[in-house]
């Protein structure tokens, strides 16, 4: 349903976050990261959570403290391990979180297709490799394709450029990464933005995310 | 023809009104029962007239499955633009706050479950809300289906809009479709120039809602024969 | 491989179609319908062609005269009979044109599947309907699915606003429609464009399809 | 562990030069492979270094997977730009004619085979071109595969960029894999530090192209012990 509702209050934009939810955190490393949004979450309180997200957190700050705060109970990306990821290390290493590694592109598909109604789909990524076992096959024109699963969020927390009251979305440069797929991937999407623009104001041509996927809009 | 033995329908808590519905009359009924701030699409024809009887202060937001979001009304005179048309490929405008996607992302907004109603004519709807609306069956027709079959599966909510009768007499709701389908247990709920139904999917059933310019009781002779 | 090149005559544009090859065309209705790609195809003189486009022409132009002209052997679309098809019309019912009806979201999104490698994929659209008969079915989360192949093309012909010299592309309102999802769909995309615009003046957030879609262009 | 059987290795047509190549001269000649007006992504790490070696004569476009077609160099001091990284999140510079789009589109690119070249590095490439370089297979690793195995399928040639053996020296190309594989049969070139191969799907096998500092008959006695 329509109707875009705006908020200053990260916390308040987040009502309803329950215990057990899966959230789809957007970002590219802290390009993309919805940081204002990441902190309220904790201190919305759920636990229990599956985060879906392309890393696991650096430091101890967004994702990081999230973990640290033993909110979530796991964590579906591609790309856990980084230099400073000591908080997901430990907590993975204890036992105390479950990883789902997923092909960075096959977490992108796997929530477009979520988004865009695909029941399921083969891919050739991933043949042959330990993140394929299990999963079923199917040789298609003469190629070896793994059946790949859709990834759907109860939200979405995502960041963006620029957000015209119907709720379309521009982007900026690389930052603009997970954020347009994951929003069409959860019930609830929550869009951070830098800058809030009149209607009529964003060009209909370069909206990247029209408004019927965005819910809730954070501004500063 | 017009009856029909086998039809579970119900009509025990219908409201009855004097007139039938015109075709104003079914649009703004229509209308009426999309929530505010819904995301719509209208199918080609008699639904797109529902888009004359929205109130502004609805909010809603109409889709074109050739890729437009906040679609306008049809274009008049130098308005026309060959670029901007609907799915009824008619010249339409472009108000503030739309914006334009591909075919690919269009249909995924439809397939993917993000439109609240779509409104679609029917040769006929079956108890268990069984859509066709595609193909007569005729052995010489030429097939053409365009997005039909995606719009059945993918809003929310999909309203027909429809005569009961078609001109032979025969009802369009049936205790199960003659007519090719277009899509299965899809329809929610059906408005018809005599009767507003809500298709109950639980129990396979057809529900009266209102009756326009008769009886429950005369529908319910005229659909099923009891 | 890159080096997208310029062309002001569309049939040297079209060079190597030959006969029996699959050419995707773009447009819905006259929208987006490169008008003149689609003439300079019967200069060509291929034969035997499968034609998916969403529709099978009107009146005795364009894809109508493609078909009058005896190029065609197969079309693939979702609405081939409209008021002023009689061309496609008398040609399907002699039985010299063969015909696949395809649901309309099923047709961009097997030519996304083929743009961006998906070996196959199942969709509830056509679950129990004449057009999924004798397709592979499969119940995924409690819902009937049909199992979908990619549609890929030799060709792609398609129509935009505007080219830079990367290939970059933008269109014109609900112009767009197949065009983007076909570019990535065929070996080689043939675009007829109103305008070309210099190195950097396109804006790189607003680009539909980047020039890695795009082979050809046909300015004016 | 230097030597082993039963690797398919062809060393019979190699060119062979004095020098090793050292960083810069691997990167250069990776470069020279890479033919003009390509589709090019270069992986995390070493790969990334090709793109200082190639000529803007050559009109190369890069990709990185994070969004980004047209790509430029790293960026420098105020160039910095949190928002404009490349896949090892290095801020980069947007030079024109570059492209943005998001990562499912930047994927079905990879994967819909759109790109010609994608450089990576490796920890095993095998005979038959399987590639090895996501994961030690070590018990208490944390598994983690980025854009690996989308590379490893997606590209039309795949190009390996690797020293030729381990620091314990054992070589690191292979009969099969011992460590976990990333994709099967995608490799086509393995640019090392003393020599160049091409991996000949047809025949199963390996075949030496140029050798660096060292000769032919070196280098197939140090890889398989014949």
Redo the contacts between chains.
Sequence with gaps: ???TTFHTDPVEALAGVADGDTVLVGG?????MPVRLVDALIDVGAKGLTIVSNNAGNGETGLAALLKAGRVAKVIC?????ADSYV??GL??AGEVE?E?????????R?????????????????????AEGKEQ?T??G?D?VLE?PIRGDWALIAAQAA???G?L????????????MA?AAATTVVEVRETVD??A???????T????VDRVVTS | MTAQQGLPLDVSGAAEHPEPLDRAGLAARVARDVPAYAYVNLGIGQPTTVADHLDPAQGVVLHTENGMLGMGRAAHDDEVDPDLINAGKVPVVEPPGASYFHHADSFAMMRGGHLDVCVLGAFQVSAAGDLANWHTGAPDAIPAVGGAMDLAIGAKQVFVMMSLFAKDGSPKIVPSLTYPATGLACVDRVFTDLGVFAVDHERGRVVLLEAYGTTAADLAERLTGA
């Design positions: 349903m329509g109707r590219f490393g802290m390009a993309g591609s790309f856990p391990r980084q997901f290390d993975y290493r990883l590694v997923v092909p960075q592109g096959n977490l992108a598909e929530m477009r297709a979520a988004g865009a109604g695909i029941g399921a789909f083969y891919t050739p990524t991933g043949v042959g490799t330990l993140l199917r298609i024109d190629r394709h699963m015209d009251p119907m379309n521009v982007y900026r440069k690389t930052a603009r990464n997970f954020g347009p797929v069409t209607l009529g964003m060009d209909p041509e370069a909206v990247v029209p408004g019927i996927f």
